[in-house]
């Protein structure tokens, strides 16, 4: 097939086909219209000879001339249309009969019958070729009729021949008008379905398929338009592939590099952890040995600044496990005021140091609420924004408000509000104030200390627990912290577990061996568990201390994760494979381990250490712990 013309061009044929049409139906009207004709003529030819023959065989009748009517019959019967003459008198009596051929059936429908009366004309009057007018004419009497009974054949064999003239080329003209509109629509709708299949063809993705149909004109330019178009598709595939590529590649380099920046966060916590639990612990043993003074006021310092470096570390660790979304929130039940409370008292010491008035307001007696939260993550938030309220005010006071906004549905919003009259934060500061490391005024550093990273994880944690943080500050006169949450909720009292309580520690009895590989760190927790009136037997790896289980009864087993030789969790692991062979029972094994990162806990607790503690630890923490599995002495 060949799509080479213009479509215009095309369309310009499309005039040809209803011509065609039209000219078939003409001749088809045409042809009707010469039936008519031939009929009328038929009928016109039997009216006039059936009235001739009449008139003709007036005499016959009226002399009843068997002769003359039998000459009339004749001649009328020498017109092949013919076939049959009768005359009839007045009474309808056959007077002569005389068929063509053979006998005529008179109800044959090839023959028409054509009947004319016969009558007698008057004589004429005297005076009537003398131009009088006026004589009375008589009418002419009917003496009978003539029946002419003509054949159809010659109207049929007439009417075949105009069919045949005129219909056929009626026929062959719509026929062929028909086929060329035909052939013209196929001529146009083939280049276009080709087209159209390739444009489904690129639709689906077939970016190589190309249009080779013969085109020219306006249907050749659509198609190098889709096959440039299909070109063009491809080459911004090719470049989406690449960018993808890229993308991934950048991914995977981000992801290994956020999987080194852990990995050197579990190192480095674990590396600073170490000796800085070494260092608390001596300065701890130290300041409860004789001290004079100086020494005391020295060990003291040392103390807290110790304290504070591992705040510094802890910051930091906090902060790079919100931001890589792997801090994990540990919701339960606990009594709100209580907490805030807490907060609060931890930080009167120090404002009435500085002079400052602390006052928690809105907080009632309502030691039954419960709110479900993370409590040390909270307690993280309302301490950052204490701290800071009190590190940056130098009079006044600074304020803490708990608010309860409304319960339904056992759910609580409460909004809680640390407000002072310290220096404030200028209002083009405030948009920066989150953002981890940005202090208002790097002066301030060295005036106030810190490292900028309080704010940034209040608000994280706040976000965490589907709060919000805002602020509002005038310099010079104040700054005002609000967080607002939505905790579910419950009223019961519930105690804390008594060994949550420092004071209420008992001094513990029991056997407990202590496997850690650094020596400064096992001198410190050998102490910590004398005093509370423990026996220790230490070892320094995990190999060790299944020489030594194997050779003595224990009551617990603290194990330090980290250590040469045989690791904690491999001696925990064959420990617990040992106890399962020989049905002893079960013996209470904590995990020591400098690594605080997320996950650390379930590993230990998938070995089959009973508990967990990250070092460095308080002694109220290790002793609270032990509490647990061991009694205490009764003193
Ligand atoms: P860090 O909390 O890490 O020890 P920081 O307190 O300096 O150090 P943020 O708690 O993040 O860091 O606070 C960031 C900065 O916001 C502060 O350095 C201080 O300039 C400003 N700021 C925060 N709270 C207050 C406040 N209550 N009054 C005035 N300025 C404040
Ligand atoms: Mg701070």
Redesign the pocket.
């Known amino acids: 097939m060949n799509f080479s013309g213009s479509i215009v061009r095309q369309l310009r044929w499309l005039g040809v086909a209803p011509a065609l049409l039209m000219l078939g139906l003409l001749l088809l009207a045409l042809t009707w219209q010469r039936f008519g004709d031939a009929e009328e003529e038929l009928n016109g030819r039997g009216v006039f000879m059936s009235r001739y023959l009449a008139a003709a065989s007036e005499y016959g009748v009226i002399s009843g001339s068997q002769d003359e009517l039998e000459h009339q019959a004749r001649l009328a019967l020498q017109h092949t249309d013919v076939r049959l003459v009768i005359f009839r008198d007045q009474d309808g009596e056959v007077l002569l009969r005389r068929d063509a051929g053979g006998e005529t059936e008179i109800g044959d429908p090839d023959l028409r019958r054509f009947r004319s009366a016969i009558y007698r004309q008057p004589m004429l009057a005297a005076g009537m070729f003398d131009g009088v007018d006026n004589a009375e004419q008589p009418a002419p009497e009917r003496i009978g009729h003539v029946e002419l009974y003509l054949s159809s054949a010659s109207l049929v064999t007439r009417q075949r021949e105009i069919l045949l003239a005129t219909l056929m080329p009626a026929l062959i003209a719509m026929l062929a008008g028909l086929a060329f509109s035909s052939q013209l629509a196929r001529r146009l709708s083939q280049p276009i379905t080709e087209l159209s299949r390739l444009v489904q063809q690129i639709r689906g993705g077939d970016y190589q398929a190309r249009g080779v149909l013969p085109l020219r004109a306006e249907l050749g330019a659509l198609q190098s338009d889709i096959n440039q178009l299909a070109v063009e598709l491809e080459r911004s595939r090719r470049e989406q592939e690449r960018a993808m590529d890229a993308l991934r590649d950048a991914r995977q380099r981000a992801e290994s590099a956020s999987q080194a920046k852990s990995e050197f966060l579990a190192m480095m916590s674990h590396e600073l952890r170490t000796p800085m639990n070494g260092v608390m612990g001596m300065l701890q043993l130290l300041d409860g040995t004789m001290l004079d003074p100086r020494q005391r006021e020295y060990a003291r310092a040392a103390l807290d600044s110790t304290a504070h470096l591992l ?2 570390i802890n ?1 930091i660790l906090d902060f790079s496990r919100v931001e890589s979304g792997r801090l994990e929130l540990e919701y339960l039940y606990f009594p709100l005021f209580e907490l805030v409370e807490s907060c609060v008292a931890n930080f009167r010491y120090l404002a009435t140091q500085k002079g400052l008035q602390l006052r928690l307001v809105g907080v009632g007696s309502d030691a039954d609420l419960q709110i479900c939260a993370d409590p040390t993550r909270l307690r993280q938030i309302i301490a ?2 204490i ?3 009190v ?3 130098e009079h006044g006071e600074v304020r803490v408000q708990l608010e309860l906004i409304e319960q339904r549905n056992e759910r609580l919003s409460l909004s809680l509000t ?1 407000a ?1 009259t ?4 200028p209002q083009e ?1 405030l948009p920066q ?2 953002d ?1 490391f ?4 790097s002066s ?2 060295r005036r ?11 608000q994280r944690l706040t976000r965490l627990l589907g709060g919000v943080l805002e602020v509002e ?1 005038a310099p010079g006169q ?2 005002s ?1 609000t967080a607002r949450f939505v905790f579910p909720m419950r009223r019961e009292a519930e105690a804390l577990p008594a060994w949550d309580d420092a004071e209420a520690l008992p001094l513990l009895d029991g056997d407990v061996l202590l496997v850690e590989d650094n020596e400064v760190n096992r001198m410190v927790a050998e102490h910590m568990l004398h005093a509370a009136g423990l026996r220790v037997t230490c070892a320094g790896n995990g190999e060790e201390a299944l020489q030594f289980l194997a050779q003595q009864r224990f009551d617990c087993v603290l194990m330090d994760v980290q250590m040469p030789v045989m690791d904690g969790m491999e001696a925990v692991r064959r420990y617990r494979e040992h106890e399962r062979v020989n049905q002893t029972g079960h013996l209470p094994i904590i995990a020591l381990t400098a690594n605080a990162l997320t996950g650390e806990r379930e590993r230990c607790l998938a070995a089959g250490m009973d508990d967990y503690l990250a070092k460095p630890f308080q002694r109220r923490k290790l002793l609270s712990l032990l509490a647990r599995y061991l009694p205490s002495s009764g003193q």
């Open positions: 705040d510094v910051d950052n924004l701290s800071n309220a590190k940056f005010t640390v002072d310290g220096i404030g934060i500061k104030l989150f981890a940005s202090q208002v005024d301030t550093t106030f200390g810190g490292t900028g990273l309080g704010l940034a994880i209040a500050s104040g700054t912290f």
